[in-house]
């Protein structure tokens, strides 16, 4: 059951990638739907930003399913509702999955079975453990440490008798089965087409790519017996037996695959035949992070590199120091780019091998799905598209943005400006001395001018005035406010400008909503969110447990006065008149050692 709640994790990030909430379309009307959560609850809102389900009430919910259903966790049971919370499966089971082949695991008096879309209990409960369904119509069961295959009528179809058993979510062919260390294939009926011989099937869970699950059984199976490998084509025929390659990968979408004979790299095709000779010190697919293998290949050869397209056919020569995959925006379509190295200059090839960029730039940036990039030429930076025309001279000391921001930053000699990434006009003119997008507000930031700090937003507006020594952006653990330093004292400012702690210490601490530790001239005191002394500033330290690691609100406050400890409450009230040195040591020694 561990592997349904990580795919059922993996369904909710790839749904809500990067934020909390995510939309789904209710197929019956031209409403909308997104998922709000706080800490502890989950709800729905419509695209009227009217509240459908409240927050409070379910401590998990699911996006809404193509039949309109919704998974939901109430308390600690499990079921199904709708968008108007009727309950269509209800809250009875201790483990609920979404549903596979209309069937969905479910877990009751510690047994798992599977159930409907109307409740009814399809399979019973008597499994130890179980997972979906797959295209092939099975899914695994486990009773008493032991594993196998059932139908969607519960009927064994491999018995329940392996120490392991696993297929492919792909593939409705083969499944697999592991005993005694050993692995066996078998047809989706249940019979067994191979001894227990392989030591690894590639494709299993244990090497699974989620990232390249089309490639895999793409004409050809690969198998290892020791550190040995086998191809096997659909009829599980022998097309390279064990000794003939001494390192192999999988059968691309294209019906590739990247072979390695003695010391030397080439690739055959789905049939088995060498396309490529086996005469380069290294062939290698690219690949992206989050994203696994492409398609087209690197080949290493005299130790210099050229590219093959996704049919194993040269589309440069074998010259570069190094690519770099790319994609680029071409009028409405997305194209695949290689940013080429040669020597310490770069340029652009395109997926078609053509230099659409020389290799003649200090720098080039990846495009990133955009239709130009920032590149660097005689010392200076410019933007410019791949196929060479300039948005932007050369003629800035830097360029600064990324794939997730919306606008430019630009340097020209010592100042600053900002312009828009698509439309490439002013959003702040080149006057400032330094200047950050506020971590928490894409329409706000932190700039320098005059050598004083403040905070703008997109329209000019000042949230924070050009006062301050130093603003601090994003802090880890720390409050929401920013710290702010002022002719060398401390504060801190909210958001929207508002002073929460004027700047008049010398250092502040802020590591809870309870209290914030102070000091000043020396000694150090207390005082809460609304700027009132509770510990007057007059002690030689002050120490507490960090609630974030305790899992607990501050409580206790440890004093020193005089060389002696003493302890407090959070209101300043003495509730241990003596702490050993001791009990100091254990607790804080490390942060005391430090200071």
Known sequence: MKQICIILIILTILTSCYTQ???????RNSISYERISDDNSWGFIDNYGDTIIPLGKYKFLNPIDEEGMIFAQLEEKCGYIDIKQNILIPFEYDDLSVFSEDLAPAKKNGKYGFIDRKGEVIIPFQYDEERYFYKSGLSEASKAGKWGFINKKGEQVVPIQYSQVDCHKMETEFIFAFDKNKWAIFNNKGKQLTDFIYDEIYGTSNNFDYFNEKYLFNGLLLVRKGDQ?????????IVADFGYF???????????????????????????????????????????????????????KDGRYGILNEKSEFISDISYDSFERDYCRLKDSIQAVFIAKKGNRFGVINKVGKVTLPVEFEEINLFEGNSFTIAKRGGLYGLINSNGDIKLPFEYKNIISNKDWDYIILQKDKFYGVID??????????????IEQCFYDENNFIAKKNSRYGIITRTKKIIIPFEYDKISNWVEYGPKEHFVIKDGKEGLISREGKIVIPTVYDKIFVDNDILIKVRKNGVYGTINWKNEIVHPIQYEQILWEWPYLTDRALDTVYVEKSGKYFATDITGKVIIESISNKLINDKFGYKLRKN
Do not use: W
């Not at 060498?274 to 989050?290: D, F, N």
């Open 246 to 300: 001494t390192k192999a990968e999988p059968i691309t979408e294209y019906g590739f695959a990247i072979v390695k004979k003695e010391n030397y790299y080439g690739i055959i095709d789905s049939m088995g035949k060498i396309v490529i000779p086996c005469e380069y010190s290294l062939i290698e697919h690219p690949r992206g992070p989050y994203q696994g293998f492409y398609d087209e290949f690197y080949a290493k």
């Open 21 to 27: 909430s995510e939309k789904s379309n209710n197929r």
């Open 229 to 237: 490998y086998r191809y096997l084509n659909r009829n599980l025929q």
């Open 421 to 434: 990434k698509q439309s490439l006009k002013e959003i702040f003119p080149m006057e400032y001395e330094e």
